[in-house]
């Protein structure tokens, strides 16, 4: 069964701290890591995707992390705001689909 | 960015009613487009893939005779859910991939459905 497991369920940090999100995956038929960012009542909106020849992705303040022999993959959120507060997914697409397969979720608090 | 836009953003209807939700990319074509479903506080779950031009797949576990989906150009897809239940209630999201791949997928902004 192709399953993403995400960690941890929920977060709390200061501004300016680094919140760091991991996911792990069984499948090694999955070829695109992508992370949501989501607001509440709101759809899931793209933040950075890695593909697995690559170790390390980052874009702004945010960075993927991604250990291919583990199968884990981490998000990590540098000098986080408030604003940053949201519930974060990881996802994960099958080799030759437009599928994905998400994450449980993380719901990120940054207080100021 | 790509927009894909969502109609209605919330509705409300009785036990046995069916409802209808649009999915609409606005300035891109799609032959693929994604219906998920989510409960509060829980992740997504992909319930089927629309195919402009051809039956819809179903994931495992979902009623394709329930939720009925139409991709009726390449820019809309709607989703029906015939006979509602109050279990029915949910979050429903779509989404559609820029480029033909699931590089930059897209999701609409969300349809609150409470049956009541």
């Known amino acids: 069964q192709q399953q993403v497991k995400q960690s941890p369920q929920s977060l709390i940090v200061q501004k300016g701290g680094i919140p760091i999100i991991n996911c792990a995956y069984e499948n090694t038929a999955f070829d695109y890591f992508p992370w949501y960012q989501q607001f509440p009542g709101k759809g899931p909106a793209l933040l950075i995707a890695?593909?697995?020849?690559?170790s390390e992705k980052k874009e702004g303040r945010f960075t993927i992390s991604f250990n291919k022999s583990a199968k884990q993959f981490s998000l990590h959120i540098m000098d986080s705001q408030p604003g940053d507060s949201a519930t974060y997914f990881c996802?994960?697409?099958?080799?030759?689909?437009?599928?994905?397969?998400f994450g449980t979720g993380t719901r990120l608090q940054v207080f100021p | 960015g790509a927009v894909v836009s969502q109609h209605p953003s919330w509705v409300i209807c009785k036990s046995g009613t069916s409802v209808k939700i649009e999915c609409r990319s606005l300035d891109f074509q799609a032959t693929t487009m994604f219906w998920y479903r989510q409960f509060p506080k829980q992740s997504l779950m992909l319930m089927a893939t629309?195919?402009?031009?051809?039956?819809?797949?179903?994931e495992q576990g979902v009623e394709k005779d329930k939720f009925l989906i139409n991709h009726a150009s390449l820019t809309l897809s709607t989703l029906t859910v015939t006979s509602a239940h109050p279990e029915d209630s949910s979050f429903y999201i779509c989404?559609?991939?820029?480029?033909?791949?699931?590089?930059?997928?897209?999701f609409g902004p969300g349809t609150r459905l409470t049956v009541t």
């Open positions: 890695i593909r697995p020849d690559v």
């Open positions: 996802a994960a697409s099958p080799d030759n689909t437009d599928k994905l397969i």
């Open positions: 989404s559609a991939p820029l480029g033909g791949r699931v590089y930059e997928q897209y």
């Open positions: 629309s195919n402009e031009g051809s039956k819809a797949t179903y």
